[in-house]
């Protein structure tokens, strides 16, 4: 089912389970333009609002880029005087800001250029898999603007700091191999494969329990952002939760059984 973005940059799908993001803008390699970036925190809380969806996939159209990093044509005028960064900023905000509020599984597939913003927004993503043939690259110090924190605390919280450094001083492309290597992305598969393995994986998660899902994502978020002593009280409320659930007695009751359990999300 295909949903309305209120733009054509950005097509959203809805199959069963399963959601599909797909940044559409082939010709210029899907870049984040701000109207699609716009488009972005409606269609993300309302997946989130419906319990019917319980995977989201984003990845770019046209077999050449996943997205190619903020369209630059647009700085002149938006992103130049501070007023207007100001104001692009705050627009922009809203897009990163809403896979906070998120507590569904979001795996990225990503075939071809995967630069600047289009990683940033694939590392938005719990699990990345890309083709063989994929780049990656965050060319800000070949356009000589600032690098803001956020940013390098998102990239760091899955490369190490000399990897940081050399994709952030370099801006060199790194290679599917490199960015496996460096802990970019999840998996490399072949071009071909691709589809079929971010399905396959989507639906394995999807037919698990929502719940049990939901604390892990907010475990793993907190071990990796909390510090040495994090609060962890939301994560054992949400634990707590799926003891408490219709989910856990199905759970025990298909293993018992040994069938496919069916889980509801309560």
Not at 91 to 110: E, F, Q, S, Y
Not at 155 to 175: D, G, I, K
């Amino acid at each position: 089912m295909r949903i309305d973005t209120g733009t054509d940059l950005l097509l959203a799908e809805v199959d069963g389970p399963i959601a599909r993001l797909t940044f559409n803008d082939p010709a210029r390699h899907n870049v984040l333009s701000l109207a699609m970036q716009e488009a972005i925190p409606a269609v993300v809380d309302a997946w989130q609002a419906d319990d019917s969806i319980r995977v989201i996939i984003t990845t770019g159209a046209g077999g050449r880029a996943y997205a190619a990093g903020a369209d630059i044509s647009e700085f002149g005028a938006k992103r130049t005087e501070a007023a207007d960064r100001a104001e692009y900023d705050r627009k922009t905000g809203a897009a990163w800001r809403c896979w906070r509020r998120l507590t569904k599984p979001v795996i990225a597939a990503i075939d071809g250029y995967c630069i600047g913003g289009g990683l940033l927004m694939a590392l938005q993503a719990d699990i990345r898999i890309c083709s063989d043939v994929s780049t990656f690259a965050i060319p800000a110090a070949r356009l000589g603007l600032g690098y803001g924190f956020g940013g390098v605390r998102t990239l760091m919280q899955y490369v190490n700091p000399a990897v940081a450094a050399e994709l952030l001083y370099s801006a060199r492309r790194f290679s599917a191999t490199e960015a496996l290597t460096a802990g970019l992305v999840n998996r490399v598969v072949p071009r071909d494969e691709l589809p079929g393995a971010v399905d396959e994986l989507a639906r394995q998660i999807a037919a698990n329990a929502p719940l049990t899902i939901k604390a892990c994502k907010a475990a793993i978020r907190l071990a990796a952002e909390g510090g040495p002593d994090p609060d962890t009280s939301e994560v054992d409320a949400l634990v707590e939760a799926c003891f408490r659930s219709e989910d856990y007695r199905e759970g025990q009751a298909a293993f018992l059984e040994k069938r496919d359990p069916v889980f509801r999300g309560r």
